[in-house]
């Protein structure tokens, strides 16, 4: 069977179709989920994608991390369900609580969009292990709120027990601090990362390199030999 992986659009997502047809690329069937279903349609894992949901009042993430399907996200997610959140959707999971610390607003309080280069940290999350860790790659970057924070006992447990997945390269985009670009939560299967890994897929669109597919392709061969 096709493994079937849920996309939720909240208003204010503008990467849904994005994601859903990196998934596509990837050989598993993509899902939409609307915000306001409580139901996940039965899906083998799910991505909270990138945009700006409630147009990020009060906080990027603060409102979306309440509708409904997060309810039963949130619940799956603490079962095992396979996670990724994807720039908003990282704000979501921080939100939600799944995983630690918070994004603030970029330390020069401007827009970014650039082609950035990361390094993998960690390569044995469901979302990861397509990669080999310490691999260098280039993955689209757009945001206004990724400054990732977290109290100095957060960052040192995330350090220790290998849960930063990706880090910064070359330039630290937003200031976020020990230049996390992506963190994991204990069990692995909840995954967060600023860049855009959506837009790296097809040779012909983003850094013009397909960087981003990994992602993709290791939830499918997590979800197939599970």
Request: hydrophobic share 40%; with cysteine; aromatic share 8%.
């Amino acid at each position: 069977m096709t493994a079937r992986i849920g996309v939720v659009t909240f208003p204010g997502s503008l990467d849904d179709r994005d994601t859903q047809r990196a998934i596509r690329l990837a050989g598993a069937e993509p899902v939409a989920l609307w915000h306001k279903d409580k139901g996940l349609k039965q899906v083998d894992a799910v991505v909270l994608p990138g945009g700006f949901s409630y147009g990020d009042y009060l906080r990027a993430g603060a409102i979306s991390r309440f509708s409904p399907v997060m309810g039963t996200v949130i619940e799956q997610a603490k079962a095992g369900l396979p996670v990724l959140g994807i720039c908003n959707g990282f704000q979501v999971l921080t939100e939600a609580h799944l995983l630690p610390g918070a994004m603030l607003g970029n330390d020069h309080l401007h827009f970014i969009c650039r082609d950035q280069k990361l390094r993998v940290e960690n390569a044995s999350t469901a979302w990861t292990s397509d990669y080999s860790e310490g691999q260098e790659i280039f993955i689209p970057l757009k945001n206004m709120d990724g400054r990732y924070v977290a109290d100095e006992y957060t960052l040192d447990k995330l350090e220790a027990e290998g849960r930063v997945a990706f880090r910064y390269l070359d330039v630290n985009p937003n200031g976020s601090l020990r230049d996390i670009a992506g963190i994991t939560n204990e069990a692995g299967n909840v995954v967060g990362l600023m860049p855009h890994p959506e837009h790296a897929t097809e040779p012909l669109i983003g850094t013009g390199r397909t960087d981003g597919l990994p992602f993709f392709t290791s939830i499918l061969k997590k979800l197939v030999t599970a």
